[in-house]
């Protein structure tokens, strides 16, 4: 079984940074793809964040300059460096990982528990 465990949360003020890690664990063969996700109440899920086993980088346009994904590859870890926060950056951030448990085994999906990301004004 899989585990991803965030954490970095908190809350800043705004023009403030937070630093995000996601640690995955347990039965793992490789990661393909990582990435954060982040959901505000009332709003759906949507996507901050995605970053390919060579390091390939996708951003949502609200974060293009403000937010840096990163991983570690031999610590199947994932970053999120989030500087000039603004309030709307407020949500509960999920980290996401596309991974196999064996060798052509099928592809899983796995989500982290959330993290908290409260930026006052």
């Known amino acids: 079984q899989v585990q991803l465990v965030e954490s970095g949360g908190g809350l800043v003020q705004a023009g403030g940074s937070l630093r995000l890690s996601c640690a995955a664990s347990g039965s793992i063969f490789s990661i393909n793809r990582m990435g954060w996700y982040r959901q505000a109440p009332g709003k759906q899920r949507e996507v901050v964040a995605l970053?390919?086993?060579?390091?390939?980088?996708v951003y949502a346009d609200s974060v293009k300059g403000r937010f840096t994904i990163s991983r570690d590859n031999a610590k199947n870890t994932v970053y999120l460096q989030m500087n000039s926060l603004k309030p709307e950056d407020t949500a509960v951030y999920y980290c996401n990982a596309i991974l196999s448990e064996r060798l052509r085994g099928p592809l899983q999906n796995s989500w982290g528990q959330g993290t908290q990301v409260t930026v006052s004004s």
């Open positions: 970053i390919t086993s060579g390091g390939s980088t």
